[in-house]
């Protein structure tokens, strides 16, 4: 049998992968051409999610008590009657001090947006850490809840809250558990996607739609103490993969029984839809 040449293999390899390039590259433009769209990215997640999340902060006499976090559910209403709603825990709405002042702060690029805001729902701590603020004025974009079934377990997951009370902060994970009742309604959820302090009431969304799963109320953590010189030292690692939220089922029962079901069904009502 006849040896090819080097060069006459190395040019014949060649012609092989521009064959092969080529196949792929017509291969994908048929996709194109039969309309299949791009799959999502994490990035195409937190690009829809960010704008309906926001930071709370409460503050008594110029002083800051309590930093957290919360989700836009809705917004109603035209011109000043505008009124937006955030989701967000009972613990953080539990005023310590009876002239407590509640502020909503939406970060934009332009700078940080402030409006004040009042507690119109509140849920009891440990069993139904929720609460709802009303926010006149409101100028955000409401989270669309996932349906109550539509929920499973390893599902790629983004938490965003402002740990704390600085600027917004992104993490991710996956769904790693989820707790069901008799009925198997989800009334129990945990990521493993890490938040720290200041991040109670943000959002955990999924990837694949960026809709809104459930509302964090907080996470499990280990002390951790060590001796230096003749002094000891501890303090909290949070758990990884406990980090623990009320899910959308348990979001709708709450807003049901305040009153506000409707929150979680219409996220924008117009002025005209009121009437």
Same mark, same amino acid.
């Given at each position: ?92 709405? !539990?005023? %310590? &001090? ?6 909503? /702060?939406?970060? +934009?690029?332009?700078? =940080? @947006? ?25 100028? !955000?974009? %409401? &989270? ?6 539509? /929920?499973?377990? +390893?599902?790629?997951? =983004? @938490? ?43 959002? =955990? ?19 951790v103490s060590f001796p230096v010189a003749e002094k000891s030292y501890s303090f909290d690692v949070p758990m990884p993969g406990e980090t623990f939220a009320s899910p959308t089922a348990k979001i709708r029962g709450f807003l049901d029984a305040k009153g506000l079901g409707w929150v979680a069904s219409s996220p924008t009502v117009t002025a005209e839809l009121e009437k």
């Amino acid at each position: 049998m006849k040896r090819l040449s080097p060069v006459l293999l190395a040019i014949l390899l060649g012609a092989a992968v521009v064959a092969l390039a080529g196949a792929s590259g017509e291969r994908q433009e048929a996709k194109a051409a039969e309309g299949k769209p791009e799959p999502r990215t994490r990035s195409d997640a937190i690009r829809e999610a960010l704008p309906a999340n926001v930071r709370i902060s409460v503050t008594a006499r110029g002083k800051v008590l309590r930093t957290a976090s919360g989700v836009v559910l809705a917004v109603r209403g035209e011109g000043e009657a505008r009124k937006g709603y955030v989701i967000t825990n009972a613990h953080v709405a !539990a005023a %310590p &001090a009876g002239d407590a002042v509640f502020e909503v /702060l939406v970060d +934009g690029r332009k700078g =940080i @947006a402030r409006y004040p805001a009042k507690v119109i729902a509140q849920g009891s701590v440990p069993d139904l850490d929720l609460a709802v603020l009303e926010v006149p004025g409101l100028d !955000a974009t %409401p &989270a669309t809840l996932v349906a109550d079934d539509d /929920l499973e377990l +390893g599902e790629d997951v =983004i @938490a965003i809250g402002a740990p704390y009370g600085k600027g917004l902060s992104v993490s991710s994970g996956i769904v790693s558990q989820l707790e069901r009742d008799e009925n198997g309604a989800v009334q129990g959820f945990k990521t493993d996607a890490p938040i720290g302090y200041g991040a109670s009431g943000g959002g =955990i969304f999924r990837v694949s739609d960026g809709k809104l799963l459930a509302v964090v109320e907080g996470y499990r953590t280990v002390k951790v103490s060590f001796p230096v010189a003749e002094k000891s030292y501890s303090f909290d690692v949070p758990m990884p993969g406990e980090t623990f939220a009320s899910p959308t089922a348990k979001i709708r029962g709450f807003l049901d029984a305040k009153g506000l079901g409707w929150v979680a069904s219409s996220p924008t009502v117009t002025a005209e839809l009121e009437k």
